[in-house]
């Protein structure tokens, strides 16, 4: 975990710290994308809130250890993901009920929402621009799309109104849609939210996913270039004699 960590590591952190190393953040990729591939499907159930909640405390979990937190923040999030599996496990009788859905929702948008910020954080650390720091930044930017995925859906099924001008029942799938599509302000129009919160949402979205595109992954890239061209310059360079 943190270099300068003094918690007594527990044989699972132990391993954990053994066998994956900090800013792996390939691996946080792809729970992402599993997790986007599920969701996206379509597949509907009150299993669904099973798996979906599982794959985002193991995201949550990866995003931690790849940023290396402390044990103690590690092991709140492990604890807020149990909380999280074991309630979409009780939840499973209530298949069809708004209000657990939109609970479900809440308990995702507080996982993710974690996530992205431990990973800033270890990149705003780390020295070296390489192929895991433009990994982590890819990560965020997902993230960013998944959180507001899962806001919507918690608006949608909490509020009395639906959340969307088209459909009254919107599934989770054409929520991660509308969201993306606003992340990366394509704007096809299909999906438009009906209420001004959502409306104030879906623009808040848009303006952080140019912002971060713009700016962040931007910095990244010429970091990079310039980095390789400092080495090329070094190389060529004769020494001194």
């Avoid at 999906?191 to 595109?213: D, K, M, P, W």
């Amino acid at each position: 975990m943190a270099e300068h960590d003094s918690t007594r590591p527990h044989p699972i952190e132990r391993w954990l710290e053994a066998n994956l190393p900090g800013y792996r953040f390939g691996f946080v990729l792809l729970f992402l994308l599993m997790t986007y591939a599920f969701m996206a499907s379509g597949v509907s159930g009150s299993w669904v809130r099973v798996v979906t909640v599982t794959l985002q405390g193991l995201t949550l979990l990866a995003a931690l250890r790849a940023s290396e937190v402390s044990r103690r923040l590690f092991r709140i999030a492990a604890v807020v993901a149990l909380i999280a599996l074991f309630s979409a496990l009780v939840s499973l009788p209530v298949s069809t009920s708004d209000g657990a859905t939109g609970v479900f929702f809440v308990l995702n948008v507080l996982m993710v929402a974690g996530a992205p910020i431990a990973i800033s954080r270890a990149l705003w650390r780390r020295p070296v621009i390489d192929v895991h720091t433009v990994l982590g930044a890819i990560c965020i930017y997902v993230l960013v799309g998944m959180f507001f995925a899962f806001l919507y859906s918690a608006i949608g099924y909490i509020g009395s109104d639906p959340f969307f001008v088209q459909t009254n029942h919107a599934s989770i799938a054409e929520y991660l849609y509308f969201s993306f599509v606003t992340l990366t302000t394509v704007g096809y129009g299909d999906f438009t939210a009906a209420g001004g919160l959502g409306r104030s949402l879906a623009s808040l979205e848009a303006l952080l996913g140019q912002i971060y595109l713009v700016t962040i992954v931007a910095t990244i890239v010429s970091r990079i270039a310039h980095t390789r061209g400092s080495r090329a310059d070094e190389t060529a360079s004769p020494d001194a004699s």
